[in-house]
């Protein structure tokens, strides 16, 4: 893989990729591990979806009150990364972290099946829970308020964020770790790229 093989945009790099990901049949190719930290550097990761990717970043949704929300909210950097074994390949993004509008919050709450949408509001995400029955009373609860409404609204403690890269680097996997690595960085006239050593 040469500099002139990728689209000089990376925005554009990614939507390729991402295609020939879903067209080869795998199970959630925007499945992306999302690393933050708090304050004070102390890391975590855990596994999001990307639901929504163009030249402004890349969005995932979640409760806001949960360990993520927080240490954004503390320190709003984070990283990605897409990981697509079939093909050999990751995407890894870099970047700072803003809220997506509450109007874009909203239609993607909407599109969700309505378990989802009641799971949502029940769940007290990254908080300790006495036992499995106590989640599924807290969605018997919530299921009772909002009986006979299909149209379940956005929780309070739901919404959106985007990582709005500095940074994406391409990775494709290569015989006898000679792997390719290509970064695009943001400067002040749009995108610049180089090879990495694997």
Same mark, same amino acid.
């Given at each position: 893989?040469?500099? *002139? *093989?990728?689209?000089?945009? /990376?925005?554009?790099?990614?939507?390729?990729?991402? =295609?020939?990901?879903?067209?080869?049949?795998?199970?959630?190719?925007?499945?992306?591990?999302? =690393?933050?930290?708090?304050? !004070?550097? +102390?890391?975590?990761? @855990?596994?999001?979806?990307?639901?929504?990717? !163009?030249?402004?970043?890349?969005?995932?949704?979640?409760?806001?009150?949960?360990?993520?929300?927080?240490? +954004?909210?503390?320190?709003?950097?984070?990283?990605? =990364?897409?990981?697509?074994?079939?093909?050999?390949?990751?995407?890894?993004?870099?970047?700072?972290?803003?809220? +997506? /509008?509450?109007?874009?919050?909203?239609?993607?709450?909407?599109?969700?099946?309505?378990?989802?949408?009641?799971?949502?509001? =029940?769940?007290?995400?990254? @908080?300790?829970?006495?036992?499995?029955?106590?989640?599924?009373?807290?969605?018997?609860?919530?299921?009772?308020?909002?009986?006979?409404?299909? *149209?379940?609204?956005?929780?309070?403690?739901?919404?959106?964020?985007? +990582?709005? /890269?500095?940074?994406?680097?391409?990775?494709?996997?290569?015989?006898? @770790?000679?792997?390719? @690595?290509?970064?695009?960085?943001?400067?002040?006239?749009?995108?610049?790229?180089?090879?990495?050593?694997?």
């Amino acid at each position: 893989m040469e500099l *002139d *093989d990728l689209a000089p945009d /990376p925005h554009l790099q990614f939507d390729l990729w991402l =295609a020939e990901a879903a067209s080869s049949g795998m199970r959630y190719p925007e499945t992306a591990a999302l =690393a933050t930290a708090t304050a !004070d550097a +102390v890391p975590s990761v @855990r596994m999001v979806l990307v639901k929504g990717h !163009d030249e402004r970043g890349f969005v995932f949704f979640t409760n806001t009150d949960s360990r993520k929300a927080h240490e +954004v909210a503390a320190n709003p950097r984070a990283a990605l =990364a897409l990981h697509w074994e079939s093909l050999a390949r990751q995407v890894r993004i870099e970047g700072a972290v803003a809220r +997506v /509008p509450d109007a874009d919050a909203l239609a993607y709450f909407g599109s969700r099946p309505r378990g989802s949408r009641i799971s949502a509001w =029940a769940s007290p995400q990254s @908080r300790a829970v006495a036992d499995r029955a106590e989640l599924e009373r807290l969605v018997t609860m919530i299921e009772e308020r909002f009986a006979g409404q299909e *149209d379940v609204p956005l929780p309070p403690h739901w919404g959106g964020y985007r +990582v709005v /890269p500095t940074a994406i680097e391409f990775w494709q996997g290569r015989d006898d @770790r000679l792997h390719d @690595r290509i970064r695009y960085e943001r400067d002040a006239t749009g995108w610049s790229r180089r090879r990495l050593g694997p």
